[in-house]
Structure formats: C-alpha cells, structure tokens
C-alpha cells in the first residue's frame, strides 16, 4: 500500500480518521496536511512516524509539497464561510499534478435533483464533486450527513428550553463522526472504491419531535417540541448572541431536516464499517451520561 495523506487532519473528522487509520497502516505511511505540524494534536503522531506537512488549501505549492509521493489523498471539505470552491480545486489540481492515484472526499448528502442549498456547503460541494469527476483522477465521494455531535447546535440548550425549530415533519438519519471516521479509513485501506459515490446515511432517521421524545425518555424530563415561525426561530438565536450569518446557514440544515433532504437510509455506512453505526437515542444517551458525570 504505498503512502495515504489526510488533510484537515486536526479537525473533528480528521483526527478521527488519523487516529483510527494508525490502528490499521504503519505511521511511516501516513502523512498530514496541517497548519499548524508542532501543535499538540498532532506533534505526538509526528513522534509515532507520521509525516506532517504545513500548509493549507489556499497556498497551491504546499499542496504541491505534501502530496509528493502520495498515493491516496482524504480531502476533508474546507470549512463553510470560506472560499471553499478555490480550496478545493486547488486540493484537486495539485493532487492530479503531483501524481497522486485516488482522492477521496467528503461531500454533504442530498437527495437527486433537490433544489434545497444549503448555505456555504451545497453549491461548492457540487462543484468539488464535479471537478473531481472530471479531474481524470480515481475518486472516491463520500456523501457525509449532518453529524450527531451537532445536532444539538439546530435547536441549542433542548433540557432548558426545548426543542424550538420551525414546523415540519421531516426526519434526519444523521451519524456519529467516529462512524463516518470508519468509513473513511475503510476507503484509504480497501480496494474496489475507486470511481464510486456512498450516501453515509445513519441506521435510523428522526424528525425533530422524535429529538424531544428521545430526550425526555433519556433524561426523565418533559422536553417539549415546539414549531416555531423561522422569524421567532432566528429572533431567537440572535438573541442568545448568535450572529445572522450563523442563523441563516443553521436554518439551511433545519430546512434540510424538516424537508427530508437528510432522510435516507442507504445502508452505505453500515456496509463500509462493517457494524450498525450509532443511533441517535444511542448517542443522546452517552452525552447525557457523561453530563450526569
């Protein structure tokens, strides 16, 4: 197997995938595409063997550098609120003019032919996924959902006040990060993905009134489901702080939710992994044990 490079390999969903990519492939074949190579999250994989880069999505000849030798490159979308079109063609360019064989990257999933955008990811996700398709590179698109660890981010503090969002009945089969983690690294160490798209849909799918329910079983309270006007749902962030910008992208994904734009349930992570990926009365459970702790 010659040489894997993650890159956002310091965030959520990198690290995760660092972490349990080691536990299959020698360090010596690994390497990292970071900002910052001394920081604390990655200095003690630097210490096991696994070759850091610096640089980011924006400087083209750090990519050209890092990618050297590469054989398989884990693009982790850029972060919304930036130029992500410019970053990822960029990731793509300089892994075709690097030589590198296969780029796998994390899209966000939607149903064929939706017209639903979501602020800052839909539209340059589109445009990564066509670049990469049209790049002559192998490509692996792996269609990530909205993560469980932000749900809670949709309607924030449920145990104080609820679960407040605007009305709709749609669901969300959302995953955990450690399992799209797994996913990823099934990818990086597996043959027979190249050229292919993955829906990485959890097991189950819940509405927002199923969130409220779940809760309340799990932590022995009534947390109620309230249907709000999107007006009183972003007069209402604001007021807790929240900055505009923030309140239009986090209703793009509560629109998502309620129109079923999330809701499939494809069965790709649960092949990819090998097991039944975390649920979300599962993940609630945990969070909710560890606040009790």
Do not use: C
Not at 187 to 215: C, P, R
């Amino acid at each position: 197997m010659g040489k894997i490079l993650i890159t956002g390999a310091s965030g959520n969903l990198g690290s995760r995938t660092l972490n349990l990519l080691l536990k299959k492939v020698p360090a010596d074949q690994v390497a990292v595409l970071v900002r910052d190579p001394q920081s604390e999250k990655i200095e003690r994989f630097v210490k096991e063997g696994v070759e850091a880069h610096q640089g980011d999505y924006f400087d083209y000849n750090s990519l050209l550098r890092a990618f050297n030798g590469v054989d398989k490159v884990m693009l982790i979308s850029a972060q919304a609120f930036t130029d992500r079109n410019t970053q990822h063609f960029n990731v793509i360019a300089a892994a075709k003019q690097a030589g590198v064989k296969q780029v796998i990257f994390t899209s966000i999933i939607r149903r064929e032919n939706s017209n639903l955008i979501v602020p800052e990811v839909s539209m340059s996700d589109l445009f990564a996924e066509q670049t990469l398709k049209a790049s002559g590179l192998a490509y692996t698109i792996l269609r990530n959902p909205p993560y469980l660890e932000v749900m809670h981010m949709y309607f924030g503090d449920a145990l104080k006040a609820g679960v407040r969002v605007p009305e709709g009945s749609g669901k969300v089969a959302a995953a955990s990060l450690d399992d799209l983690a797994a996913a990823n690294v099934a990818v990086l160490t597996q043959h027979g993905h190249e050229n292919k798209t993955y829906t990485l849909s959890g097991s189950e799918g819940s509405s927002f009134a199923d969130i409220a329910e779940a809760l309340s079983e799990i932590s022995e309270m009534d947390i109620p489901y309230e249907a709000v006007s999107e007006k009183e749902y972003i007069d209402s962030m604001v007021a807790n702080g929240l900055p505009v910008f923030m309140t239009d992208f986090l209703l793009g994904w509560v629109r998502g939710v309620n129109t079923g734009e999330f809701s499939e349930t494809s069965g790709d992570l649960e092949r990819l992994i090998g097991r039944k990926p975390m649920t979300y009365k599962e993940f609630f459970k945990y969070q909710f044990s560890k606040v009790e702790d």
